[in-house]
């Protein structure tokens, strides 16, 4: 029965399991008392929820801690082995897979080279699904246990009625390829469990706020660095983050060709493709047959080598002109944006690291209006090389929060009765 807002019984249940289950998610173990301040519920409230989820297994007892002259309060937290997700990092390089149990730790994972110079579209899809048949091989775990498949992509997702996900990757290659529909053709998986998909910036973007270094900030621009370079915006306003084709915003009229066919991108100086370029342009010695991870390791050691030999002055020029103009790209960030915070990520960003970082700030600064360059932070992420995986994976874990932890129901082969329909939703769960 619809309120006056619109909102049923059943979607105050659901919107209470969903209030407990992420405070105890993200700041758990709490106790049922400290439950009901951080998330403005009834002590009844809190109660019944809880044996609820206590009920469903979703919640379980983490100790005790002493209370101010009474008995012990018992802690509670989520049950890790209450649900599994998959997390699927379709790389540049590489096809990376990682099962994680509700706690975001990783059980199992696997790996598979990407073929080049382009994503061969079947090869990929065979790389996604034998890597989510073998962890969960390794892990004993049957596929109807799982809540779902997160899958990052390097590319522009559109959702589609007939064909669901479709995926628009321009630099590899991709124009309008149905991932979705060619996955759940090859797949094992139950129709139970959906395949949820988006741009691989955008899951990094998600990840580092709820984990990572961007986590407590209102608002932040997650940047990743690989063979291309690309950037998620994360506001009060989209909460989940906007995926932008920042790699293609022009820095230099008549510029270098970028993958994408056009002239003068930011990824087409910045990213780590067009690096060892000039680096080989400029007559570095960039390893023969060597793919892009250990050529850039070579360009780092002759920038800055570990023994006593001089530093590469090539190497070292071709690293500060890759700092400008990231830094300037950065500076459109800020200034369009007024972030509070840019995050650096990626393989290649993880590389470059903090002694990259001081150059990059400098030039960002430069090249920005003073007062929103004054309230920025530029640093590097925290979640590492597994980041787009694990923003994959909260994909199927927030909407299993968003469903209140109850897994999603199949839908009537024909409309119900009102009568029905009224009855189910005055019925206590």
């Known amino acids: 029965m619809a309120g006056r807002n619109g909102r049923t019984v059943r979607d105050l249940r659901r919107a209470n399991r969903t209030a407990v289950l992420q405070r105890l998610y993200f700041d758990g173990p709490l106790s049922r008392f400290e439950l009901g301040p951080a998330t403005g519920l009834s002590s009844g409230s809190v109660s019944n929820v809880v044996a609820d989820l206590i009920a469903d297994d979703l919640v379980e007892e983490a100790g005790s801690v002493d209370s101010d002259g009474g008995r012990p309060r018992t802690l509670l937290r989520v049950a890790p082995g209450s649900g599994h997700m998959i997390g699927v990092d379709i790389g540049e390089t590489r096809v990376r897979v990682e099962l994680f149990d509700l706690t975001l730790t990783e059980l ?10 382009r994503h061969d579209v079947a090869a990929t899809v065979g790389h996604v699904d034998d890597g989510i048949r073998e962890v969960l091989r390794a ?19 559109e959702r589609t009625p007939d064909r669901g996900a479709v ?5 590899i290659g991709w124009d309008a390829v149905p991932l979705e529909s060619l996955l759940r053709a090859r797949s094992a ?20 706020m709820w984990f990572g270094a961007g986590r407590g900030a209102r608002n932040a621009a997650v940047v990743l660095l690989g063979s291309g370079v690309g950037a998620s915006l994360v506001s009060p306003e989209v909460e989940e983050g906007r995926a932008v084709e920042w790699g293609h915003l022009t820095v230099r009229v008549r510029g270098r060709r970028c993958r994408c066919g056009a002239l003068g991108c930011l990824e087409a100086y910045a990213g780590a493709a067009s690096l060892l370029a000039r680096w080989r342009e400029a007559g570095g010695a960039v390893p023969e047959g060597a793919d892009e991870e ?6 780092l050691a002759a920038a800055h080598p570990d023994d006593d030999r001089p530093a590469d002055p090539v190497a070292l020029a071709v690293l500060e002109e890759t700092a400008e103009y990231l830094g300037a790209g950065l500076s459109d960030l800020v200034n369009l944006f007024q972030p509070e915070r840019i995050l650096i990520g990626g393989w290649a960003g993880l590389r470059l690291g903090a002694r990259f970082l001081p150059a990059v700030r400098r030039h960002a600064v430069s090249y920005a209006l003073r007062h929103p360059a004054g309230n920025v932070t530029v640093d590097l992420g925290r979640l590492g090389p597994d980041a787009v995986t694990v923003g994959a994976a909260i994909l199927p874990l927030a909407e299993f929060f968003a469903r209140g932890g109850r897994r999603p129901e199949p839908a009537p082969e024909s409309p119900l009765p009102a009568w029905r329909t009224a009855l189910e939703e005055r019925t206590p769960r």
């Open 139 to 157: 892990a004993g775990l049957p596929p109807e246990r799982l809540l779902g498949v997160g899958i990052g992509v390097p590319g522009i997702v």
């Open 189 to 208: 998986l139950p129709d139970s469990v959906p395949y949820l998909m988006d741009n691989g910036v955008r899951t990094v973007g998600q990840a580092e």
């Open 108 to 117: 199992a994972r696997a790996e598979r080279p990407v073929p080049q110079p």
């Open 294 to 299: 250990t050529a850039l390791d070579a360009l």
């Open 167 to 171: 995926v628009h990757g321009q630099t």
